[in-house]
């Protein structure tokens, strides 16, 4: 299921690559999960997955649009990175606490069915046209670390790679931050080796700039 890519301008690999693979569903602890969150609010009729979009919302916004500091955006997320990274959660190998028990025992048709649901939804716009020297900082940085060879130079983001354009730039921070100080990963050591060495600043202004590309009015 998870198919990498001949990525460009990767070098070094630290720790190799943690092989991701989509495994066979795990029927007790799938069913316990569910009862879990069926029982926090079913509506009447609905399917098990309008069940588990519904507690997703009150995270992710019922558009797929984040209104929750450090909680990432999905809209309009290729959907090979949402299958991914639910299953990097699933498997632990992308540790979150808020995450974890969402995705406990989901099995793989709900992880792609969840997937392709967030990634129809239309992205948001920034909320504001932002800082003019920060964007132009961000900028520059984002051309210098060729960012756009992988994310697309509209940063609209391809199979396993994440849209970043209009993404909430607290989040963005965070996730650069996470690679740089190489506390998350990912399905490979990529943005470990594009974000080392990276200051806080730069991190800040790559942040500004990309969360302000893109989206839709
Ligand atoms: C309690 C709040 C909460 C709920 C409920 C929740 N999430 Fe999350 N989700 C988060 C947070 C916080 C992160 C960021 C984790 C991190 O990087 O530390 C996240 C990250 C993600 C990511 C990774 C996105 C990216 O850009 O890297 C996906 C995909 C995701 N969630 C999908 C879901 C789905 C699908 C559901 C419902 C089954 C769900 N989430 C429910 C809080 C939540
Ligand atoms: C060689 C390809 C490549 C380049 C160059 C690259 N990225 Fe990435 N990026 C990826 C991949 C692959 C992922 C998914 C990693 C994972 O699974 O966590 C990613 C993930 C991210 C994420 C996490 C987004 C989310 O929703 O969780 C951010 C933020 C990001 N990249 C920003 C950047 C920035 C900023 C640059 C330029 C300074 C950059 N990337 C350059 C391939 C690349």
Redesign the pocket.
């Known amino acids: 299921m998870y198919h990498s ?1 001949p ?4 070098s070094r690999r630290r720790r190799g690559r943690a092989r991701v693979t989509l495994s066979r569903p795990r029927a007790t602890a799938g069913v316990l999960a569910l009862a879990a969150l069926l029982a926090t609010a079913p509506p009447a009729g609905a399917s098990s997955l309008d069940a588990l979009l519904e507690g997703c919302a009150q995270c992710h916004g019922t558009d797929g649009n984040s209104v929750m500091p450090d909680v ?1 955006s999905l809209a309009g ?1 290729p959907a090979t ?1 949402l299958e ?2 639910l299953i ?1 959660f699933r498997e632990r190998l ?1 540790r979150s606490e808020a995450m974890a028990p969402q995705v406990k025992g989901l099995d793989d048709p709900t992880v792609i069915a969840l997937a392709a649901h967030y990634a129809a939804l239309p992205p948001r716009a920034a909320p504001d046209p932002g800082d003019p020297a920060l964007l132009a900082q961000g900028r520059q ?2 051309k ?4 756009g ?3 697309l130079p509209d940063f609209a983001g391809r199979q ?5 354009a209009g ?1 909430r730039e607290d ?2 921070a965070m ?2 931050a996470a ?1 740089r100080d190489e506390t ?5 050591t ?2 470990i ?3 080392r060495g ?1 200051t806080d600043a730069e991190i800040e202004a ?2 500004h700039f ?1 969360a302000r590309q893109g989206g839709q009015p």
């Open positions: 890519l990525i460009p301008g990767t990432p997320q990175f991914t990274q990097l992308r940085l984002a210098a670390g060729r960012c060879t992988c994310h396993q790679i994440p849209r970043l993404q989040y963005l996730a650069l690679y998350r990963g990912g399905a490979d990529t943005m080796d594009v974000m990276a790559l942040a990309l």
